[in-house]
Nanobody, 130 residues
Framework: EVQLVESGGGLVQAGGSLRLSCAFS????????IGWFRQAPGKEREGVSC????????YYADSVKGRFTISRDNAKNTVYLQMNSLKPEDTAVYYC???????????????????????WGKGTLVTVSS
């Protein structure tokens, strides 16, 4: 059974940092790209970042480049999203997802709709106060 479980969300002041974790089971890093989406109230779900299964390359949406860093721990089957210099507009539910490399990379780098994701976590709430 495939599972993705997010943790690490919470309340933080603008300019602060949080680290999200996504622990997964039922597949390996060789099978899927893994990454993050977010959905703010009243907005579409958007791709934030992903890490490829083929070579570990990382990809980011323009809105988070230079502030967020995605990484993985192969031994723990866990992907992390380090979020620095947080802004109130980063407030959202953050979802971990898994998909084939090309599909995930396209969504993150073009801002396209979140189609083609094979698996989803249930999300973790990040709230950034001003």
């Amino acid at each position: 059974e495939v599972q993705l479980v997010e943790s690490g969300g919470g309340l933080v002041q603008a300019g602060g940092s949080l680290r999200l974790s996504c622990a997964f089971s039922g597949f390996t890093f060789d099978d899927y790209a893994i990454g993050w989406f977010r959905q703010a109230p009243g907005k579409e779900r958007e791709g934030v970042s992903c890490i490829s299964s083929s070579d570990g390359s990382t990809y980011y949406a323009d809105s988070v480049k230079g502030r967020f860093t995605i990484s993985r721990d192969n031994a723990k089957n866990t992907v992390y999203l380090q979020m620095n210099s947080l802004k109130p507009e980063d407030t959202a539910v953050y979802y971990c997802a898994a998909a084939l490399d090309w599909g995930f990379i396209v969504v993150v780098t073009t801002g396209g709709p979140p189609y083609g994701m094979d698996y989803w976590g249930k999300g973790t709430l990040v709230t950034v106060s001003s």
